[in-house]
């Protein structure tokens, strides 16, 4: 099982091992305050990417794209699929809206196995 959540909301113990997937450390709150098992920033969409982007609904399909294409030679997507298949996997990210984010995007990668 493969989950996303905002690395501002608490962390439950169904949450298994909690991953961030940020590239930049999520403003105003202090490693301890995450509670992330690891800080996974080589998986997160490059910065001109990430810029590109700007979070506007009407680009999303096309930063999926080539958000995945990036991923197609990133090793760390190999490690996050191992670990989804070992146990409850949280990816959490900073991003508001988490339908239009990397991490909904990563989830679905690593929910297809």
């Not at 997507?77 to 990563?106: C, I, N």
Request: aromatic share 8%; proline share 6%; with cysteine.
């Amino acid at each position: 099982m493969v989950a996303i959540k905002r690395v501002y909301d608490p962390a439950a113990p169904q949450d298994g091992t909690r991953v961030l997937v940020d590239g930049l450390w999520p403003r105003g709150l202090s490693r301890a305050a995450v509670a992330c098992d690891e800080w996974r920033r080589d998986i997160a969409p490059s910065a001109a990417l990430r810029k590109w982007y700007g979070h506007r609904p009407e680009r999303h399909a096309e930063f999926e794209r080539r958000y995945r294409a990036e991923l197609a030679a990133n090793e760390g997507l190999a490690q996050l699929r191992r670990q989804a298949k070992e146990g409850p996997l949280t990816l959490l990210t900073a991003t508001r809206d988490l339908p239009f984010s990397h991490a909904e995007t990563l989830r679905k990668l690593l929910s297809r196995g």
